[in-house]
Structures are given as structure tokens and as C-alpha cells.
């Protein structure tokens, strides 16, 4: 099933994220995670993929395996990097021979070992290129990326919400967020995407908090600011596993909390294989 048609069906959506491993080896303790995040019924899980296409088959495996033998619905991510518009083109191929309808649309990150992102030879230099190729392409649903304190890269909120117009003036269904931990933010930048003419639903991105170490990095790769109180309870606990995994979950489930009371239509947990 589309998952546009997933939203206009319920008032509220369940999701989470999943990423390949780097080690083949891992993907049967990736598969007993699934398991688990299936029992919560989710209407949808996106599995990510890596730069470059470093992580195309299995991608491919895994979101066929969520596809066609959990009876969950499954978005496979795509990005621009180090891909040309034929490769893209086989990449589709592949996903509609998987039964794969549902696709999340991005840049991509520049590989590993890069600072600047580069478009390819024939391929795209924009998610909204992207956007464009593959709703001409075929019948698929697809989603992009929003960013409630503007992405790293762009100069400004506004223009950033500029970004994801084109994107959904292309053809895009759905916007998933980045993580945030400030739902004022969400708060602001669904308001601007509003006032911009976005009408299409707007899922906010959820991190649980499980390590410190590992959150201080992601937040500074995707400069996703952390409120100095919840920063400080972090560092207090920061040695203490089981400490901060439990105030982490309580954070998340405080947030999701208030961002249901205020009227979202999902929300999208990342869940970082745990």
C-alpha cells in the first residue's frame, strides 16, 4: 500500500527507521529487531541508504523482507549521491520488482571522507530533481526531509522551507523530519511550511536517547541543537547506561506526548537497530 494512502485512511501514523549495518554479519540481529517493531504495528518502517549506494542491496533485502514477508509496509530511501540518472533509474527497477511503492527522497550526505557534496556526472544536484525523476519515472509515493532548525547547509529557516516547497511542489507526498529535542522548533517550522503552501503531512522525526557520546555526534552532524537542561541531566548521567537510556525514553515519550496533543499526523521513531 502507498502510504499516502496510509494517511488519508488513519488520523495518526506509527513509523520507525532502520539502517543497514556495516557488517552483512549483523543483518540477523537486524532482523530480531524488526521482529520486535512489528509487534508494535507500525503502519510503516523506512530502512536508509548508505552513500554512494554503499548499502543498495541491502537495502534492497531489507526492505523487501519487511515488504513481503511481515506484512508491513516498508519506505526505501534513495539518494542523490554518486548515482546518475540511469543508475537511479535501476535502483527503481529494483524496488517495483520487490513490490517496494513507497520511497523517501533525499540529497544524500557527501561519502564518507568528503566535506562538500558533489553532483555526479548525469545524475542530480537536488532532492527536488530527484523528486521530479522518479514521480515521472513511475507510479511510486514518495516522502522528503524537513528540517525544523533549518539544514545544516542552508542559510536560513525560510529559504530551507523554500527547499522543501520545491520539493513537494515536484511531487512529494509526505515530509518526514530530522530529529529535534525542542518541539517549539517543530512547532515553527510547520507553521512556516503552512504559511508557504506545504499542505501535505508533516511526520516529526523522534530520537530516544540510549548513549551520550552517540547523540552529542548525530546532533552535531545534523546540527540539531540539545536544550541545555536536557543537556545537563545527559552529562550527569552520562556514565550510567541504564541512567540515561531510561531518562532518554522519558524524554521521547514526554515529547511525543505534547506533539500528539498538538495535533501531528505521526509520529517517525528512530531507532537505531535497538
Given at each position: ?23 552483512e554479519g549483523k543483518l540477523d540481529s537486524l532482523y530480531s529487531v ?158 512556516m511550511a503552512v504559511a508557504k503552501g506545504i499542505s501535505v503531512p ?20 545534523c546540527s540539531a541543537k540539545i536544550p541545555p537542561k536536557l543537556h ?43
Amino acid at each position: 500500500m502507498k502510504i499516502t494512502n496510509l494517511f488519508v485512511e488513519n488520523e495518526f501514523t506509527l513509523s520507525f527507521e532502520v539502517f543497514p549495518p556495516a557488517r552483512e554479519g549483523k543483518l540477523d540481529s537486524l532482523y530480531s529487531v524488526i521482529e520486535e517493531l512489528v509487534k508494535l504495528n507500525p503502519h510503516f518502517i523506512s530502512v536508509t541508504f548508505g552513500a554512494g549506494g554503499s548499502t543498495r542491496d541491502m537495502t534492497i533485502e531489507i526492505a523487501s523482507r519487511i515488504k513481503n514477508h511481515t506484512n508491513t509496509e516498508v519506505l526505501a530511501h534513495l539518494t542523490c549521491v554518486q548515482a546518475t540518472k540511469d543508475d537511479t533509474a535501476r535502483i527503481l527497477d529494483d524496488f517495483k520488482k520487490e513490490n517496494i511503492k513507497n520511497i523517501l527522497a533525499l540529497r544524500g550526505d557527501p561519502p564518507k571522507g568528503e566535506n562538500v557534496f558533489v553532483k555526479t556526472a548525469g545524475g542530480f544536484g537536488y532532492a527536488n530533481e530527484l523528486v521530479e525523476f522518479i514521480k515521472a519515472y513511475d507510479d511510486f509515493s514518495i516522502g522528503v526531509a524537513g528540517y525544523p532548525e533549518e539544514h545544516i547547509q542552508a542559510p536560513s529557516l525560510d529559504v530551507d522551507i523554500m527547499n522543501l516547497k520545491r520539493k513537494v511542489d515536484a511531487g512529494a507526498d509526505f515530509v518526514i523530519t530530522q530529529l529535534f529535542f525542542n518541539n517549539d522548533d517543530f512547532y515553527r517550522f510547520r507553521d512556516m511550511a503552512v504559511a508557504k503552501g506545504i499542505s501535505v503531512p508533516i511526520i516529526p522525526g523522534i530520537f530516544s536517547i540510549f548513549n551520550y557520546n552517540q547523540i552529542s555526534k548525530i546532533a552535531s552532524l545534523c546540527s540539531a541543537k540539545i536544550p541545555p537542561k536536557l543537556h545537563d541531566k545527559l552529562y550527569k548521567v552520562s556514565e550510567k547506561g541504564g541512567e540515561i537510556e531510561k531518562y532518554g525514553t522519558e524524554y521521547a515519550l514526554h515529547q511525543s506526548e505534547d506533539l500528539i496533543k498538538n495535533g501531528v499526523s505521526g509520529l517517525h521513531f528512530y531507532s537505531m537497530n535497538y
